[in-house]
């Protein structure tokens, strides 16, 4: 046998270690961000570690932590805002965190966030990798960590905890882990309201499965055989799928299908039960059934109307000079995102990516909730960056280093300026 039938023939490393090094990148980026912070926020006189634990969204999720549900607050314009509002699996950690350890509901939310960000960013190399191979898995780990907004991940907040539940999900879904799939989304429905995307993606990839499976079997002369998908190393032979070099397609997948209709069956009904059981439950609290919920996040002023809510918004930015330019930079960005996500299309991403991305977009950009919020919002739909990451990864390893630094330096200082500022409400 030949040095190089040996090296195809060689079974891969195993994930832990194949996503070492990109957990090696995305804990020097996190802590580049947790240090130019300290320092900003001490030169202001404020505390780094209260901007990360103490503010905004943070001290809802620890004072249900601490003290449970049934908190609210009523503005004097009639607005009232309740602590149901925010889903359960977050404070529920930081409480038990809290009872094992000296440290604080807010620390241990700290803390929750820090762990969930690494396994977020080890999901989202699993997933890049199994679809790209591990240099684009790098890169899109490097990507999520460099995003303007992400010093979130640093916080005491859910966006890091629910990424990392979607992320495993996924991959699941797409290694044909069906069981563990339907886990992890339905907590990644007690995480977040858009614990959906994550739920449709299952779904819809069950239902399309199942679709396949009657294609085939009922056509004249068709044998059912299970599949890897195509664009997939074969979870068998260990085989390793080659990175998306620019311009490069991944073909379509064939459904995961692989497994047996009763554990396809059993993952998409487990997935639901995380959003359903919250949701009913509020509604059974408040004492307004099925629109429970609904009525709680009136009181924040979020609902979803299409996206009209947010295109008033920018374009009363046109209404002087200087705040068009921040109309001009809003279309950019969401152009940006759209485009990304067109691009994913075109790549012929496997469809549980796009169902999940989808949704996540649709949430994001047409709900009627804060809009400084939305890019915090967007965090979790990391198969946007796919396409960067094999622009990336296409590049030579000492000009990806150049652009993945600059881009980290450049993140660091915008975070600690924002979360100095305005910060994520």
């Known amino acids: 046998m030949s040095d190089l039938e040996t090296r195809v023939a060689s079974p891969r490393a195993p994930l832990p270690r194949r996503a070492a090094p990109a957990l090696l990148g995305y804990a020097a980026v996190r802590a580049l961000g947790l240090v130019v912070l300290a320092v900003w926020s001490a030169a202001r006189g404020k505390s780094a570690y209260t901007l990360l634990t103490g503010r905004w969204d943070s001290l809802w999720y620890t004072r ?46 700290f803390v929750v966030s820090l762990l969930a960000s690494l396994a977020a ?68 429905g007690l995480t977040r309201p858009v614990g959906a995307a994550v739920v449709t993606a299952v779904w819809v990839t069950g239902v399309l499965s199942f679709v396949r499976d009657r294609s085939t079997t009922s056509a004249p002369g068709a044998h059912h055989t299970e599949r890897t998908p195509a664009h997939t190393p074969s979870a068998l032979d260990g085989t390793h799928a080659p990175a998306l070099t620019p311009g490069a397609q991944a ?34 609290r408040t004492g307004k059934g099925l629109f429970g919920y609904l009525d709680v996040q009136a009181g924040w002023r979020n609902g979803f109307d299409g996206g009209y809510a947010f295109a008033r918004f920018v374009a009363d930015k046109f209404t002087s000079f200087p705040s068009a330019l921040a109309g001009v930079g809003l279309i950019i960005g969401v152009a ?8 994913g299309i075109r790549r012929r991403q496997p469809v549980e990516l796009l169902v999940y991305t989808g949704v996540v977009l649709a949430l994001a950009l047409c709900a009627s909730s804060y809009f400084g919020s939305k890019p915090r919002l ?30 980290a330096g450049a993140a660091a200082i915008y975070g600690a300026f924002w979360l100095n500022g305005s910060g994520p409400p």
């Not at 009904?269 to 949701?279: K, M, Q, R």
């Not at 967007?378 to 150049?402: E, Y």
């Open 64 to 109: 249900v932590a601490e003290l449970g549900y049934g908190y609210e607050v009523r503005l004097p314009n009639g607005d009232v805002h309740s602590n149901l509002a925010f889903f359960p699996l977050l404070p529920w950690l930081e409480r038990s965190l809290h009872a094992v350890t000296p440290l604080s509901y807010a620390g241990a939310g």
């Open 121 to 188: 960013a080890c999901g989202i190399f699993a997933v890049a990798d199994r679809v790209y191979g591990p240099r684009v898995g790098i890169c899109a780990v490097l990507l999520w960590a460099v995003l303007p907004v992400g010093i979130v991940q640093s916080m005491a907040y859910s966006e890091s905890l629910f990424t990392a539940l979607a992320a495993w999900s996924l991959y699941a879904l797409l290694t044909g882990r069906w069981v563990w799939a339907g886990t992890l989304a339905a907590l990644a």
């Open 251 to 284: 073909p379509i997948a064939p459904f995961a299908s692989s497994a047996p209709a009763c554990r396809r069956v059993l993952g998409m009904f487990i997935a639901p039960l995380g959003t359903a059981g919250y949701v009913l439950w509020v509604g059974r």
């Open 336 to 343: 940006l995102v759209l485009w990304l996500y067109v691009a």
């Open 378 to 407: 967007l965090m979790p739909a990391f198969p946007l960056l796919l396409p960067l990451a094999g622009a990336l990864a296409g590049l030579r390893t000492r000009r990806s280093v150049l652009v993945t630094a600059m881009l």
